[in-house]
C-alpha cells in the first residue's frame, strides 16, 4: 500500500493504483507532480483525474515545485496503515504561490520550535521502506 495524501487535516486517503500510479512512477524519479485541469487552470494535488469545477478530465500531468509557506500545523497520532511506525509525525499545510495548498507530512529534520506560521517549505519525494512518500522539507 502506498500512502499518498490526506484529504483532511489528520485524514488518510489512498488513491486507487491505478490513479496515482503516474504519481508514484515521477515519485521514484525524485518529481511530484500534481494536476492541472486544462478548462479553468485549478489545480490539483494530491492528483485528480478529474475537476470539481468543470467536471471535466480534461487534466495534465504537471511539476509542483517552489516555495511553499506554512500555514498550520497538526501533530498526527494515528496514522494510516503505512505510517502506524513513524507516528506521532507533524502533518502540515502549506501553500504555494500559485494559490495551491498541499498537506503533507513535515520532515522530522526540523524541529518541532522551528515550525510556524509562514516558515518556507518545500515538497520533496522521499524513499520509505517499499515505498515512496512526499514531504514538507526545509529549502536547501
Ligand atoms: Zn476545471
Not at 484529504?7 to 524519479?29: M, N, R, W
Not at 506554512?70 to 496503515?81: A, C, K, Q, R, S
Not at 518541532?112 to 521502506?129: A, C, I, Y
Request: charged residues 25%; hydrophobic residues 35%.
Amino acid at each position: 500500500m502506498i500512502w499518498v495524501g490526506f484529504e483532511k487535516f489528520g485524514q488518510s486517503a489512498y488513491i486507487s493504483q491505478t490513479k496515482v500510479t503516474p504519481l508514484i512512477s515521477y515519485l521514484e524519479k525524485g518529481v511530484i507532480v500534481g494536476t492541472r485541469c486544462k478548462k479553468c487552470g485549478k489545480m490539483y494535488f494530491p492528483p485528480r483525474a478529474d475537476c470539481v469545477d468543470c467536471r471535466t478530465s480534461e487534466v495534465e500531468w504537471v511539476p509542483i515545485e517552489g516555495r511553499a509557506r506554512l500555514i498550520t500545523f497538526t501533530e498526527v497520532y494515528f496514522g494510516p496503515p503505512a505510517f502506524e511506525q513513524s507516528t506521532p509525525y507533524v502533518l502540515g499545510l502549506a501553500e504555494f504561490d500559485n494559490g495551491l495548498r498541499v498537506f503533507a507530512p513535515i520532515s522530522r529534520n526540523l524541529d518541532r520550535e522551528q515550525l510556524k506560521m509562514d516558515l518556507e517549505l518545500v515538497l520533496k519525494p522521499r524513499h520509505s521502506g517499499e515505498g515512496v512518500f512526499y514531504q514538507l522539507e526545509k529549502p536547501d
